[in-house]
């Protein structure tokens, strides 16, 4: 079956440092998706990713998909306090007629020293 | 404001005990998710309903029964045959899908269970 692994599982940084969550298919993706969950909290929409080598920014967040759609990133320009949490790449093995049966990583966990 | 609401937002079972938890929705969307997530760990599908009266098993559906007889609600049970329901459980919903894109899942707060 379909293998996704998300990377670091951990990440503690300074704050103002950069930091990147990567997630790795061994087949190729129909799209991707991102979330982001703080600590308590429940997931939120980031950003969906469709195209191959597909580039997408929201203000100190870049999202990148591979080419060959195998891989994403998610890359943190000058992370803040307010980075802190969990984020998750999430993909669809198939499409339903009402809905997408998601499949989640692991999960980075982001925590920052201030 | 539309949104999801989950409640209990804690919840203790008994040894034996069944426990419903509820998901409501005020976004009009069709498709309605329960998943399951372990400390430090991600999410996992219990059940997903698509539409109205129909819905179908996840990757993690034994021990836990669904219905959904409207639109807007789609409440789980946490039946005595699951061993180890100590979990943070979060429902989610979607609207329908597009041609060949996926759509965002819109969730709810969530619910703690623990076993007493």
């Known amino acids: 079956g379909q293998q996704v692994m998300q990377i670091p599982q951990y990440q503690h940084v300074q704050e103002g440092e950069d930091f990147t969550t990567y997630c790795n298919s061994s087949?190729?993706?129909?799209?991707i998706q991102w979330y982001k969950q703080r600590p308590g909290g429940h997931p939120v929409f980031l950003i969906q990713l469709v195209k191959s080598g597909e580039v997408k920014k929201q203000k100190r967040l870049t999202f990148q998909f591979g080419e060959a759609k195998k891989n994403s990133s998610l890359h943190i320009t000058a992370t803040q306090t307010t980075d802190v949490g969990t984020y998750f790449c999430a993909w669809s093995p198939y499409l339903l007629e009402y809905g997408n049966k998601l499949v989640f990583g692991a999960g980075t966990i982001l925590r920052v020293k201030s | 404001d539309g949104g999801i609401t989950q409640s209990p937002k804690y919840l203790f079972r008994k040894e034996g005990q069944n426990v419903t938890l509820s998901c409501e929705q005020n976004?009009?969307?069709?498709?309605m998710y329960w998943y399951r997530q372990d400390p430090g760990q991600g999410l996992r599908l219990i059940y997903y309903?698509?539409?109205?009266?129909?819905?179908q098993k996840g990757d993690i559906a034994e021990g836990y029964s669904v219905s959904r007889e409207k639109k807007e609600s789609f409440p789980l049970t946490v039946t005595s045959a699951q061993k180890n329901p100590t979990a943070f459980y979060l429902c989610a919903s979607s609207i329908r899908q597009g041609a060949r894109m996926d759509q965002p899942q819109h969730f709810g707060d969530g619910t703690r269970l623990s076993i007493l």
């Open positions: 976004l009009n969307h069709d498709a």
């Open positions: 087949t190729t993706l129909s799209n």
């Open positions: 309903s698509q539409i109205v009266n129909d819905f």
